[in-house]
């Protein structure tokens, strides 16, 4: 079935290093991929999303690009914050049926030192 | 718009008792969603619904029931709870499925946290 592998956490980067959280997806068609974040005590919100191959998401400063032939959709920054730390989710979703839904990996917790 | 939101925010159990959880959103979405959030499990789908009076199972969905007797809300049941249960419970919304296919954008709330003693 469809899944979604991610980097263990956690990750702990010093303020302005550069960030890379790994995603790799298993899918028998073409999915679409998805970045949410988690900051602490509160719910998920999307952070970028990619529709179809090649394509890049951003927002933040964040990116990702949607890689076929890796099977890949690894999140990059260039110079984190501290306000960055959260808990990072890769994610796809299939359009199959009307009862389509997302799959999450497991999260990333990003720790980020002053 | 205050989006998605959850009640209670908190709650302690014993077991064997019953609760619901409420989520509710004010963006005229079609499909809801109930998920649990354990630590190293990541996040996952209770039960889901695609629409007003309609409801679905997903990967966990033993122990639990739902309801979409409106539009704009979700209810999760518990029935005779167990420490099992003891978790993050996230609703999430969405519009319905992306243009290009995929499931939309969700919008989550944020969160009940459950302790069954």
């Known amino acids: 079935g469809d899944s979604v592998t991610q980097m263990e956490g956690p990750v702990t980067l010093s303020e302005e290093a550069f960030l890379t959280i790994n995603c790799t997806y298993t899918a028998t068609g073409y999915p679409s991929l998805f970045w949410y974040v988690q900051y602490p005590g509160e719910g998920l919100q999307l952070l970028l999303k990619a529709t179809k191959a090649d394509d890049k998401g951003s927002n933040k400063g964040f990116e990702a690009t949607y890689r076929k032939e890796t099977t890949s959709f690894h999140l990059e920054k260039g110079s984190v914050q501290v306000s960055d730390s959260a808990v990072y989710f890769c994610?796809?979703?299939?359009?199959?049926?009307?009862?389509?839904?997302?799959?999450f990996g497991k999260g990333t917790r990003l720790h980020i030192l002053p | 718009n205050a989006g998605v939101t959850q009640t209670p925010k908190f709650r302690v159990l014993k077991t064997g008792q019953s609760m619901t959880l409420l989520c509710a959103q004010d963006?005229?979405?079609?499909?809801m969603y109930w998920y649990r959030q354990d630590p190293g499990m990541g996040l996952r789908l209770i039960h889901y619904s695609v629409g007003e009076g309609t409801t679905a199972k997903g990967e966990v969905p033993d122990g639990y029931n739902v309801s979409r007797l409106k539009k704009q809300n979700f209810l999760l049941g518990l029935e005779s709870a167990a420490p099992s249960q003891t978790s993050v419970y996230f609703c999430?919304?969405?519009?319905?499925?992306?243009?290009?296919?995929?499931?939309?954008?969700?919008?989550f709330g944020p969160g009940t946290r459950l302790t069954v003693l």
């Open positions: 999430a919304s969405s519009y319905g499925q992306g243009p290009v296919g995929g499931t939309d954008t969700q919008y």
């Open positions: 994610a796809l979703s299939m359009l199959r049926d009307r009862d389509d839904k997302i799959i």
């Open positions: 963006m005229n979405h079609e499909y």
